[in-house]
């Protein structure tokens, strides 16, 4: 699968960006944005799976960030709001092709990733 992420860009602090996936190729079970921070590893962000369109976020994304999947698109958005300068990273999704009960929300269980966008949340 083939996934090409948009809709990074520059903000204030307390501003909103709606970030898009949009996904190509073969199926996949599950689809995840995970963020990278300089200096910091790759954190998960939220994970949606298809088969029951469950979706988790971290513990750091709850109540800032609505993850969806528009799946005539197929395309997953992730809205991003009240952003912080903290929540400046390279934003990446990720699919997971192979069907999995134990595959948890983190990168180790996505094998396609797409190419990353920046957010920069500055005033």
């Known amino acids: 699968v083939q996934l090409q992420a948009s809709g990074g860009g520059l903000v204030q602090p307390g501003g909103s960006l709606r970030l898009s996936c949009a996904a190509s190729?073969?199926?996949?079970?599950?689809i995840a944005w995970f963020r990278q921070a300089p200096g910091k590893k790759r954190e998960a962000v939220s994970c949606i799976t298809v088969r029951d369109e469950s979706i988790e976020y971290s513990d750091s994304a709850k109540g800032r960030v609505t993850a969806s999947r528009d799946n005539a698109k197929n395309t997953a958005y992730l809205d991003l709001n009240s952003l912080k300068p903290e929540d400046t990273a390279v934003y990446y999704c990720a699919a997971r092709t192979y069907f999995s009960l134990l595959a948890g929300c983190v990168a180790e269980s996505f094998d396609e990733w797409g190419q990353g966008t920046q957010v920069t949340v500055s005033s």
């Open positions: 190729g073969q199926d996949y079970y599950a």
